[in-house]
């Protein structure tokens, strides 16, 4: 494998938001109409956007499916050894088992270390994997999983239909608070973004600027957008991670692994990110698991995309991870995005069919998926903090679902969760 792919391999896809006296800019739900200050592909009433997003045919069945082993690099090992590990003790065990120590990190409060390890040229992964877990000098060996996002196409119907508007100003727009997102790169320079308070950083490939990409872009202009395309809390600071290289442009297409994952997510974390974005889903994976427990445990939010895999599909990491706010996607009609997960583990839904987005290269388009959905719960989340800066991970929670508006059957189900997210009635609910 290619070194430059070596690292990484997690695939993520985008979502987005807007503003002007929001009457003016927002099209009739249905079909889409002109936002003013914004070109848009294919305007009109009766204009066909491509579903950009959709997966071709048969390309699904193709795909490996969350949690299987081939979810993993082909040539990596991620080992995590105690706090009180011998300094040379993980260079002597590389040796050993005849693999490269490529990158490492210290996981914040527990001091864990983690190592990222290639095998030899030529080895096979099971047999390396199986020796190495064999060896009582690590706590655990794993894989390096691959973690995937989705997306679709979109409308600026979203703001309005969760009452975000009024919840924005109420919250002086999230302003004193940091906002981690985990994703692809982030087009700084777009018109919607240029003026927000960002701050990116590349673990990815550690360097100094950030290559614009589509999936990062889009969710930043949901979190944090500017002027024609304004965000749910466009005042926030926002710690824009780069942990995923960007493989189809045209769709969003983004990879990265468990140990960028991991890495990225503490490094919002150290960067001050009072909650964290992961419009992103995977396997279940220890690594990414301590990771997020971790998080959790500095009283840190994480909200994550519940998959777009369709309703057959198992549970999505790391949504389905307890404590963390897994979020569904829904149309302008409050009707279920029809490839999203379901399962006993979503916490609410918020709007991810046919949302309108910023592209890197001063471009704008539309998109769908449980990744855009995921932006807004963020952006909720971020106004709550903003009003109430002394509430806690599970206060946060409970105000999130218990003002959210019930679409399915009566009380929770795993089709909705508590149901759409309603940001002016959760804004109402803090003292």
């Not at 200050?37 to 204009?47: F, H, M, V």
């Not at 190495?132 to 655990?140: H, K, T």
Request: proline share 7%; net charge negative.
């Amino acid at each position: 494998m290619n070194l430059r792919w070596g690292i990484l391999v997690v695939v993520l896809t985008l979502l987005t938001g807007i503003e002007q006296p929001l009457a003016q800019v927002l099209a009739p739900p249905g079909p889409r109409g002109n936002v003013p200050g914004i070109n848009l592909p294919g305007q009109g009433p009766d204009a066909s956007v491509p579903d950009l997003f959709d997966t071709p045919p048969g390309a699904e069945s193709d795909r490996p499916k969350q949690g299987q082993e081939e979810d993993a690099l082909p040539n990596e090992l991620c080992v995590i050894f105690p706090p009180s590990v011998d300094p040379g003790a993980p260079a002597r065990f590389a040796a050993e088992l005849d693999l490269e120590v490529a990158r490492d990190f210290t996981m914040s409060g527990l001091g864990l270390r983690v190592y990222l390890m290639r095998i030899a040229e030529g080895a096979e992964l099971d047999k390396v994997y199986d020796a190495a877990s064999a060896d009582q000098r690590p706590l655990w060996v794993q894989k390096n999983f691959i973690y995937r996002t989705s997306v679709g196409d979109g409308q600026q119907y979203a703001l309005a239909q969760i009452h975000a508007e009024t919840a924005t100003a109420k919250a002086s727009g999230g302003a004193g608070i940091t906002i981690g997102l985990v994703d692809s790169g982030v087009d700084v320079t777009h018109e919607s973004l240029r003026d927000a308070h960002i701050t990116v950083i590349d673990v990815a490939d550690g360097d100094a600027t950030v290559d614009p990409e589509t999936h990062g872009t889009v969710i930043a202009s949901i979190l944090v957008g500017q002027g024609p395309l304004m965000g749910v809390a466009p005042k926030a600071r926002l710690v824009a991670v780069r942990a995923f290289r960007e493989v189809d442009a045209k769709v969003g297409a983004a990879e990265s692994s468990s140990f960028l994952l991991s890495l990225g997510i503490e490094t919002a974390v150290k960067n001050g990110a009072q909650l964290v974005n992961l419009s992103l889903t995977g396997p279940q994976d220890r690594l990414v698991s301590q990771m997020v427990n971790t998080t959790l445990m500095h009283k840190v939010v994480v909200i994550a995309a519940a998959g777009n895999e369709g309703p057959k599909a198992g549970p999505a990491y790391p949504a389905a991870q307890d404590g963390v706010i897994a979020v569904t996607a829904t149309d302008h009609k409050d009707q279920l995005y029809k490839r999203a997960n379901q399962g006993a583990y979503i916490s609410v839904a918020a709007p991810g069919v046919d949302i309108l987005g910023a592209k890197p290269g001063g471009a704008y388009d539309f998109f769908s998926g449980t990744s855009m959905a995921t932006g807004y719960v963020t952006g909720l989340a971020a106004l709550l903090m903003a009003s109430d800066n002394k509430l806690s991970v599970t206060q946060l929670r409970k105000i999130v679902e218990g003002t959210a508006v019930d679409l399915g059957a009566p009380a929770r189900d795993p089709i909705f969760g508590a149901g759409r997210i309603d940001a002016a009635s959760a804004i109402d609910q803090l003292p």
